[in-house]
């Protein structure tokens, strides 16, 4: 038995990286996934390394509200309900992202689209579903650059993670009378596809890992223990929360 036996799942930004590891790891506890990616390509990768049938590879904007809405109605087509949303699409714009003067607002518009307008938009279709089932989970990607500071010289990436802490709290506050649970995962500095080019900088890959507690950078892979137990019953009890899966960097 699976520990997420009978349920199912949206995760966005599945075609790699964090998303794919929550998708697959979603798949090994018993979930059927909607893998969705403006890559279609790498969802359909993720599929591969499922079970067949587990994972459905989809081509979704998170930018764009139709193919948001066209998402959802395609969960629901396969799946006849929703028990899950994972928000974890999301873009950095290193070289570009920096102080506030020196942003272009293209830079702001772009990351606060993919990154706050995504997960609104996931959130907001994903709901109607779940409340006329008497509950779901939404579960959104922070980021540590949203507390302690650490957002400093990349305002706009910051700024579009701090507002998720917020949409995170209003969401648990509003659908809690819904059976409904919104929680956040802050991951701390992970290697991803999404992060190379700035751990590919030795500097910054050394004082990240310095400032690590534990001592490395984080995988996708360590955010799939959590990301299975706020979907799964067991977190029943735990909503409007932030969860730090970061190796003690937010305690510098």
Known sequence: MGRLDGKFAIVTGAGSGIG???????????????????????????????????????????????????????????????DVMVNNAAIQLHGKDGPCHEVSLDVWEQTHA?????????TKHALPPMMAAGGGVVINLASPTAFAGLGAAYTAYATSKGGIVTLTRVVAKDYAPYGIRCNAIVPGATETPLTDEIFADQDVRAALTSATALGRLGRPDDLVGIAIFLASDEAAFATGAHFFVDGGLTLH
């Open 20 to 82: 794919r590891a929550i998708a697959l790891g979603y798949a090994r506890e018993g979930a059927r996934v909607l893998a969705a990616d403006l890559n279609l390509d790498g969802a359909r990768q993720t599929a591969a390394q499922a079970t067949a049938g587990q994972v459905i590879p989809h081509r979704a904007d998170v930018t764009d509200e139709a193919s948001v809405a066209e998402m959802v109605a395609e969960a629901l087509d396969q799946f006849q309900r929703l």
């Open 114 to 122: 993919v990154n706050l307008r995504g997960p609104f938009l996931g």
